[in-house]
């Protein structure tokens, strides 16, 4: 079984799952932690579990990036990513319902989570001259602060973000965390709604999760899961993760739907509150690629996606903010 990444471009690589928690191979405010610097890998385990039996049988696993990415040159490029972008706002679970039912929706449920973070959720659009990539950003701030995968803008590329009310701005990068796989943007606006961020200590393994984030390009996608097992260790190589050095962080696994365009999304428990980044999933393609301006066509969801930890998160993000400012 293979594995990919959550940016429609696919960053592939080989990894020994198992039952337990072994290392898989391939490749966001309240009091704030102490800091690392901003290159340090951060870990924030969630659980602990016995390694396999070395005796045990080894499946293959390649982990996929969830950017939507086109390697195609010059005018394809822009003209793939225009068609989505041009695409008009989609209708969000709040504006689908009116005031009386939205004000009477029945807390920790799955539209009552959707209608907390869908405001929070923004789509990224990276237009490079190789390669273009679609993925998904967190507001963090409300002084324009995004949260995002670093794959998903490692191409180095013109960065739009798209919010939900259809309004573009051009972001500017702020930091990136090769490492964890996280950068941070900034756009111009104020007066955003920031995402609430959860303690991922808590999450348990069942709990029900939500996703939002950008399919293919399609902005304020909701699906629903639960968690299907926490502390997976992610390892990618730097020559596999094509984004300028290694990865390493701790996931949260879901079956909640994701796919290609999902990276830098939001994991949400039932309350709305923000407990992981998308950033990759598992798949059943038979092939693997080294290169993040490739996708594969059979990638897509199965029902094992991989969240990095809110905690993790949070603690990248201050820190890039940190360094930036100083």
Known sequence: MDATWLRDSSVSTLAPP???????RSPLSPSPPSALPVDTPVDTPVGRE?????????????????????????????????????????????????????????????AAAAMKIEPSVVTLEVVGRQVSAVGSGVVIRADGYILTNNHVI????????????????????????????????????????????????????????????SPLGLSETVT??????????????????????????????????????NSGGALVNSAGELIGITSSIATTSSGTSASPGRQQSESGNIGVGFAITANQARQVAEQIIAAASR
């Open 18 to 24: 198992a039952r337990t928690r072994p290392p898989l």
């Open 224 to 261: 629903a899961g639960v968690v299907s097992a926490l502390g997976r260790q992610v390892d990618i190589s730097a020559g596999t993760a094509g984004t300028g050095g290694a990865v390493r962080y701790q996931a949260i696994q879901t079956d909640a739907a994701l796919n290609p365009g």
């Open 154 to 213: 490692a191409s180095g590329g013109t960065i739009n973000v798209r919010m939900q009310d259809g309004t573009r701005y051009a972001a500017t990068l702020i930091g990136q965390n090769t490492t964890a796989d996280l950068a941070v943007i900034k756009i111009n606006a104020t007066g955003l709604t920031p995402t609430t961020f959860a303690d991922s200590t808590d999450v348990r393994v069942g709990d029900q999760v939500v996703a939002v984030g």
């Open 50 to 110: 016995k390694p396999a039996s070395s005796a045990r049988r080894r499946l293959a696993l390649s982990l996929m990036a969830l950017s939507l990415a086109t390697a195609s040159a010059g005018a394809a490029v822009g003209a793939a990513v225009t068609t989505i972008a041009d695409q008009p706002p989609a209708v969000s679970a709040a504006a689908a319902t009116s005031g009386s039912a939205v004000e009477a929706s029945a807390p920790n449920t799955v």
